[in-house]
Every structure is written in C-alpha cells, then in structure tokens.
C-alpha cells in the first residue's frame, strides 16, 4: 500500500514567518506535487518534481518554493506566509510513465491557518 | 473559464437512487479523463478512469465525450456510503492533472 505522510495535519503561523511543510513517500516514486486546496476553487498546482533535485513550477508557484534533496522527500516552503496563503495543502506522489503517472497517492493534508 | 468545470452540488439524494454527474474541460488537447473520490476531511483517491467507449465499475458507470468535451458519471442504487466529494480530472501533457472543484453528493436514509 502507497503511504503518502504530511508532517502536521494543522499548523497556525503568523504572517512573515518562514514555513516548512513536508511530504515522505515509502513507494519510490519518481513523481511528487504539492497542491493546495480551497472551497469553489479545488485543487491548484503550485510545484512538483519529476526526480531528485528537480523542479518545476505548478500554475500557481508565487509565494513558493520547494526542495527535493532525496527521492521519498519533497518539501514546500512559504518563505514569508501571508493570510492569503491560509489553505490545505496536499501532497501527493506517481510513477512516471503510463497509465500509473496518473494515478497520484495523496497525503492527508495539512491545513494552515496564517494570522 | 476554469479548465475543467463541474456543478458544485450539493446533489441530495435517497438510497437506492440513480445520480449523474457532469463535468466539462475546455482543453481539447486532454488526454485522459478520471473520476476522483474525497471523503470529507480526508485526501482524495482514485475512482475510475474514463474511456471514449465508457466503462463501468460495480454500481459506477463513466463516460467520455470528445466531440464535447464533457464526461459524466452514474452512480446507481446509491449507498449512504457513496457520500463524497466526486472530483473531475483530466491531463495533460507530462505528468501533471487538473482537478475540477467537485461535485458534493449527500445519499441519506
């Protein structure tokens, strides 16, 4: 069974704080993303990552950025959280090629609260 | 225009009933369809995938059609159970999926 594992289920930061949010896979995926989900508007890109090291940027990467150091390990960070970044967000992971790339494994989210 | 486009709901229904939802992308260079499942506060999974020439599932019958753009699940004899957010979703090139904003279904007794 894929495990996809988010750090925190809830976090409360305040706005200008530094964020960390992290994401393990135990499948070896090569895929991983990073969405972030919100009433009326479901879920949006913001980065993923076809291989360690590698980046790209989703539709919506302002505000963002990511780091991909080993293969399970993908991470999201808020450089300087703003209210408007109050969201869940989810994590997810596939393999690369075939019809398996677009069966994505999600984590169960965290949901961040920026005062 | 949101790429993919789905009626939010909520759909509340009876069990045993039939329901249908729709859903319509606006990219015409998508390649593959599927119905995504979410649970309430939980992550969403994979449903089923959606062919041209339709497929079923148990209970669970989707569709596609190209020429319109638009695909569609039936769910029939519905379950409490089967109360979920049903997200619409199609990709693209590489890797990446577009998720429509779901479909709330409510079955009650």
């Known amino acids: 069974d894929v495990k996809v594992t988010q750090s925190s289920r809830y976090l409360v930061k305040r706005t200008g704080e530094k964020v960390f949010l992290e994401c393990v896979q135990d499948?070896?995926?090569?895929?991983m993303f990073w969405y972030r989900q919100d009433p009326g508007l479901g879920l949006r890109l913001i980065y993923f990552?076809?291989?360690?090291?590698?980046?790209e940027k989703g539709d919506i990467p302002e505000g963002y950025s990511v780091s991909r150091e080993k293969k399970e390990r993908f991470s999201l960070i808020l450089e300087s959280a703003s209210t408007n970044q109050t969201s869940m967000y989810l994590c997810?992971?596939?393999?690369?090629?075939?019809?398996?790339?677009?069966?994505?494994?999600f984590g169960a989210g965290t949901r961040l609260s920026v005062l | 225009r949101k790429e993919v486009e789905q009626d939010p709901g909520p759909f509340n229904v009876p069990e045993g009933a039939t329901v249908a939802f729709n859903c319509t992308y606006s990219?015409?260079?998508?390649?593959?369809f599927f119905w995504y499942r979410q649970d309430c506060r939980k992550e969403p999974k994979l449903l089923m995938s959606v062919y041209s020439s339709g497929n079923e599932d148990g209970r669970f019958t989707a569709q596609l059609n190209r020429a319109s753009q638009y695909i569609s699940l039936l769910i029939r004899d519905s379950k409490l159970s089967d109360s979920a957010t049903y997200l619409c979703v199609v990709s693209q090139y590489g890797n990446k999926l577009v998720f429509g904003a779901g479909t709330i279904l409510r079955v009650k007794s």
């Open positions: 990552s076809y291989d360690v090291k590698m980046k």
């Open positions: 499948m070896d995926h090569e895929n």
């Open positions: 990219n015409s260079a998508s390649q593959s």
């Open positions: 997810a992971s596939s393999l690369p090629q075939g019809i398996a790339k677009n069966i994505q494994y």
